[in-house]
């Protein structure tokens, strides 16, 4: 092999891995990509039914209901709109009305979100940033306005925590 | 009083480093081998800075000196004694100092390092070594300073995040960065010898020992990552692509990519410019990490609290190591000899075609871990970027990469005989077809990608003892089938082809724990105590529901019973949920029951009043291989760090020259 043949297959080589990694990339960016929606907006622009997003905002106060086999309805809001969510499953230990979730899964025909996945904070004083982006841009967020939460907290703690017991 | 002694042990490390980044550069310029001896007392003198400054404050967490606003945040009086001590790095403040510890330990190594590494490049490595320490002491001095004072001091401390509160924080944290903070040593290499100009197969050498730890930690560090997050979040995954996971693979990707291109160099001196290019990558790469989890810029389950000055800082600090050192690669690269062309077929052909996936592979988690952020900075657009995206993309350029692993090893330097390699990998083939097609067999209706997992695992497990033995019973006349010659050959080999065939078998064994997660299984029920919830061949009976208490917590554990489908108790399993009163904060604590290599993973719900719980339970089928592979790994680069070759010199023609007069030859 002559010394430019030997470095035609090294750029030949290159090029394919090259440009396997970008289809890949470009592929799997048209099909798994999840967009981030809130309320307000799947009530204003709409969302097919059948189209996985994330579905961020508050838990609305008082609308955590549990159901049989270990489902669970709730609804998010951003106090602008509200959507109503279903979920099958253990919801972490941070979910609280009136708190911050991120939920991922997709609108059924009758405009109820299925979650398949249900994300809360893991810290008291954290917030997920697109659900504080999402609030703010309602104007209903402040920075820092997320320690205040801490008395509903506690209320809602004697519900799930061990006091309950007592 | 300590900890303002700490404090000012603290700025003391920061006129070392900065002593240890000046002098080597003006001695070069000046001439004067004097001056360039002042970096080594330097870097000691941070490092022992830095470690008192690094007791100081592990003193005050210890002591529960809530007179320190870093112990009053992350801190209470009935935290258990192991916490207190790990609690030091459970916070953004002390894991910098952590950090930075480590950065300066290696500074230190490189300056005493009896080994073979030319003084001048030493010096130069140093210097760099030093002015990372100097950038960051400077960041946690300026923005994140843990001896702040709290005045007044409170009575009580708010408490760790009880999701940290367990071994892992005391383990993962200080691997992890061992194995970040290694690259910098790589990193201050390469620029080293771009600023010289010159590079040969000493300094291949005198680069491998570092990046072999370096990695052997990483590994180690990301595995017990992933083991904390799979028994600790209760969601039985043990990856999510989450982007501050990704921020630490992305690292030991290139790492891994640096660790077979100096080998190249070293052997056939090749590959050169692309080395450096490498090292200054991978700790590019680790910085960015470091970035992604302190800026808060990503949503992950890691996140800092954050601070919009030390984002803008670290950022300030991505742009000068990144931006100057390819700046310097750009300007002083050409001046590097390059080395030969090489065959496509050959050892180094081989290893060429592992950089080019590793890095491709790397790219893909780049764009998919920094996408979301660059359309939302363009469009304002939020997406996420999960799991599908990655095993869309990683996954499909991973599986070529596994299945060349055996063959480039078997493959010989300069020119390689494809089709005789393929003979000798001829078992290691039949018998991974063979193992794929029973586990097919067996397992028929089940998945189909799982026993081509099992098969690609099986292939490179055989594929790597396959050649420890063919090495040892030797090729043309020395060749020999005697068990007791063989056996004696093969502990005669060189550790460095033990740690090859380790380090290739426990990639093998991690690709068998993961294609068998194809058949796990869940469960989620309701159950009173009496009840029972099956998944894969177990069933699991709630005995009781009954309150524990803890030092700093209270308990709702529920008790469950094991059994296999035939009635037979396999054993107990309790998962609970605590409750933290110092923070208010409920966490779950899952339960594992471990069979062989499999385990029954079991987390709990809502706990009711009237005594029923939400129950989910998983089987997870030789889940431990995934991590026990990990650990083989990095115990291949332990034993090829006893190598023989790290502790002998190359041979050194280049630099007869430049040898001080008091220097000692290393052969």
Not at chain 2, 109 to 137: K, M, N
Not at chain 2, 452 to 460: E, F
Request: proline content about 5%.
């Amino acid at each position: 092999m002559t010394r430019k043949s030997r470095r035609l297959v090294l750029i030949a080589a290159c090029g394919a891995v090259l440009a396997l990694a970008v289809g890949l990339i470009l592929s799997a960016m048209s099909g798994s990509i999840v967009f981030f929606r809130s309320p307000t907006e799947v009530a204003n622009q709409g969302v097919a039914p059948g189209t996985r997003f994330r579905l961020g905002g508050l838990v609305k106060e008082g609308s955590l209901q549990r159901g049989a086999d270990q489902t669970v309805d709730f609804a998010v809001t951003d106090t602008n709109a509200t959507v109503q969510v279903t979920y099958r499953g253990l919801l972490p230990d941070l979910f609280r009305e009136g708190q911050g979730v991120v939920t991922e899964g997709m609108l059924e025909p009758g405009g109820i979100f299925r979650a398949d996945t249900v994300l809360a904070k893991h810290d008291e004083s954290y917030m997920p940033r697109e659900v504080a982006d999402a609030l703010k841009a309602q104007g209903r967020w402040q920075e820092g306005a997320g320690k205040d939460s801490g008395k509903a907290a506690t209320a809602n703690d004697k519900a799930l925590g061990p006091r309950s017991e007592r | 009083m300590l900890v303002e002694v700490g404090h000012f042990a603290l700025a003391l490390a920061l006129a070392l480093s900065l002593v240890q980044a000046v002098m080597p550069i003006w001695a070069a310029r000046t001439g004067d081998p004097a001056l360039r001896q002042v970096a080594t007392p330097a870097a000691l003198g941070a490092f022992a800075c830095v470690l008192f400054a690094f007791a100081a404050l592990t003193y005050a967490h210890a002591t529960s000196d809530f007179s320190v606003q870093n112990v009053v945040e992350n801190s209470h009086t009935t935290k258990p004694f192991l916490y207190k001590l790990s609690g030091v790095w459970g916070n953004h403040e002390g894991s910098m100092l952590l950090w930075i510890l480590i950065l300066t330990l290696f500074g230190a190594l490189v300056a005493v390092a009896h080994d073979s590494v030319p003084p001048v490049l030493r010096a130069h490595t140093l210097s760099v070594q030093g002015l990372i320490t100097f950038v960051f002491v400077l960041f946690i001095i300026t923005t994140s300073n843990p001896f702040t004072r709290a005045t007044p001091a409170p009575l009580e401390g708010n408490d760790l995040n009880p999701l940290l509160q367990d071994v892992g924080l005391a383990v993962h944290p200080p691997l992890l960065y061992v194995g970040y903070v290694g690259f910098s040593i790589t990193f201050a290499f390469a620029a080293a010898a771009l600023i010289e100009g010159r590079i040969d197969a000493v300094w291949a050498r005198a680069v491998r020992p570092w990046t072999l730890v370096a990695w052997s930690f990483l590994t180690l560090g990301i595995a017990m990552g992933s083991y904390w997050a799979y028994y600790e979040l209760g969601w039985g995954g043990w990856w999510f692509w989450d982007p501050v996971e990704n921020a630490s693979l992305m690292p030991w990707i290139a790492g891994t990519a640096l660790l077979h291109s100096t080998v190249v160099m070293e052997k056939r001196d090749a590959l050169k410019v692309w080395t450096v290019l490498l090292s200054i990558l991978t700790f590019s790469l680790s910085l960015l990490g470091t970035f992604i989890v302190r800026s808060g810029l990503l949503t992950s389950v890691h996140t800092f609290a954050t601070d919009p000055t030390r984002g803008v800082f670290i950022l300030g600090i991505l742009v000068l190591f990144i931006g100057g050192s390819l700046t310097l690669f750009a300007w002083r690269a050409p001046l590097l000899r390059q080395g030969g062309l090489f065959a496509p077929i050959s050892r180094e052909g081989a290893l060429v075609m592992n950089n080019l996936f590793l890095v491709a592979a790397c790219a893909t988690v780049l764009v998919g871990t920094l996408y979301p952020l660059l359309l939302e900075m363009a469009t304002g657009e939020k997406i996420s970027v999960g799991p599908p995206f990655f095993n869309m993309t990683f996954v499909p350029l991973a599986v070529p990469l596994l299945l060349i692993v055996p063959f480039g090893q078997t493959l010989a330097w300069k020119r390689g005989d494809a089709l005789a390699a393929a003979q000798r990998l001829f078992a290691a083939l039949a018998l991974a077809l063979a193992v794929g097609l029973a586990t097919l067999a067996l397992t028929w209706g089940g998945p189909v990608l799982a026993p081509v997992g099992i098969g690609l695992g099986a292939y490179l497990v055989v594929g790597s003892a396959l050649e420890i033995i063919t090495r040892a019973r030797g090729y043309g006349s020395n060749r020999t089938s005697a068990p007791g010659l063989v056996w004696r050959r093969a502990i005669g080999l060189p550790r460095s082809a033990w740690g090859t065939a380790l380090a290739h078998g426990g990639v093998g064994i991690v690709v068998l724990g993961i294609a068998a997660q194809g058949w796990a299984t869940e469960g989620l029920a309701t159950l009173k105590p009496g009840e029972t919830l099956a998944t894969g061949p177990y069933v699991a009976t709630l005995e009781r529901v009954s309150p524990r208490s803890g030092p700093n917590y209270e308990e709702t554990a529920a008790i469950l019973t094991v059994r296999d489908r035939n009635g037979n108790a396999v054993g107990a399993v309790d998962t609970g949920k605590r409750f933290y009163p110092s923070r208010r904060m409920t966490v779950t604590e899952s339960g594992l029951l471990t069979v062989g290599a499999s385990q029954v993973y079991a987390s709990l719900g809502e706990v009711h009043p009237d005594g029923t719980i939400g129950l989910r339970l998983y089987y997870k089928p030789l889940v431990l291989l995934i991590w026990l592979g990990a650990v083989v790994m990095a115990l291949g680069g332990a034993v090829s760090l006893t190598d023989r070759r790290m502790r002998v010199g190359a041979p050194t023609r280049a630099r007869t020259k430049s040898l001080p007069p008091n220097a000692v030859p290393a052969e």
